[in-house]
């Protein structure tokens, strides 16, 4: 069991950056791989960015590339994302969500998780 707590959203303008947390419980983090998600109203829940077990590859969708960054501290059982060069259509609750696994490997469908947070909301104005 796997418990999610996200943090960090906030109002920021076009062009500016934040970075998002997520705090988990339990004693296996490090055997999860994990993912961002973002909610738009309206829309869908879609892909933002996922790591592997222990960081070592990652994966985003096309829309965050070069902007935004995955990373993990299995250490401190936490999981960022920092995003740079925010654009209003970021604008969304973002989620965090983890999936039980052996393989090193990353995973990019809202399917495949099992765990998700309650989301924090990002809004980026014009």
């Known amino acids: 069991q796997v418990q999610l707590v996200e943090s960090g959203g906030g109002l920021v303008q076009a062009g500016g950056s934040l970075r998002l947390s997520c705090a988990a419980s339990?004693?296996?983090?490090?055997?999860?791989?994990l993912g961002w998600f973002r909610q738009a109203p309206g829309k869908d829940r879609e892909f933002v960015a996922a790591i592997s077990r222990n960081g070592g590859g990652t994966d985003y969708a096309d829309s965050v590339k070069g902007r935004f960054t995955i990373s993990r501290d299995n250490a401190r059982n936490m999981l960022y994302l920092q995003m740079n060069t925010l654009k209003p259509e970021d604008t969304a609750v973002y989620y965090c969500?983890?999936?039980?696994?052996?393989?090193?490997?990353?995973?990019?469908?809202?399917?495949?998780?099992?765990?998700w947070g309650q989301g924090t909301q990002v809004t980026v104005s014009s």
């Open positions: 969500a983890a999936v039980y696994t052996l393989a090193s490997t990353t995973y990019n469908s809202v399917n495949e998780y099992r765990y």
């Open positions: 339990g004693r296996t983090f490090s055997m999860h791989g």
